[in-house]
């Protein structure tokens, strides 16, 4: 089995907050609620990085691909810290690195691939990054991904 990544392959973190319907019957988290996280990472980061308006915008970001490992369990009422990265941007898309991680542990829990293709919001046809938005993501990239 493939190792997981560690906190040093990320380059932004924040702490969320799990709830009681996370859990599964086993006691940890639904895989489904995982991507939940996921997506929250990265939607949090552009809406808070002021680089993209992510209500009404002309430019959005629709997923095209996801995948995610994982590596342990997670699970109310411990929070999830998030790890951000971009490990590739594209004319027209990116593709996010996001580790989910238990508290002080430095593997991830879970780690996934979520990539984005930024699209014209009414005509829903890929448009070039914005620099604005392009220049806040070159923050976040980390190209060395251990796949």
Do not use: K
Not at 43 to 53: C, E, F, I
Not at 69 to 76: C, D, E, K, W
Request: hydrophobic share 40%; aromatic share 10%.
């Amino acid at each position: 089995m493939r190792q997981s990544p560690t906190r040093g392959h990320y380059v932004h973190f924040e702490t969320m907050t799990t709830r009681w319907r996370d859990n599964d019957v086993y006691a940890h988290m639904n895989n489904a609620t995982y991507y939940e996280y996921v997506d929250t990472a990265v939607n949090g980061w552009l809406a808070r990085s002021g680089a993209l308006d992510v209500p009404g915008g002309p430019v959005i970001g629709l997923v095209a691909e996801t995948g995610c490992r994982f590596h342990a369990p997670l699970g109310f009422p411990a929070p999830v810290e998030a790890g951000l990265a971009v490990a590739h941007l594209g004319r027209s898309s990116v593709v996010y690195r996001v580790g989910l991680f238990a508290e002080s542990v430095d593997a991830a829990a879970a780690d996934a691939r979520f990539v984005h293709v930024y699209v014209d919001r009414d005509t829903r046809r890929p448009v070039p990054l914005p620099d604005r938005l392009r220049d806040a993501l070159t923050g976040l990239l980390r190209m060395d991904w251990p796949d």
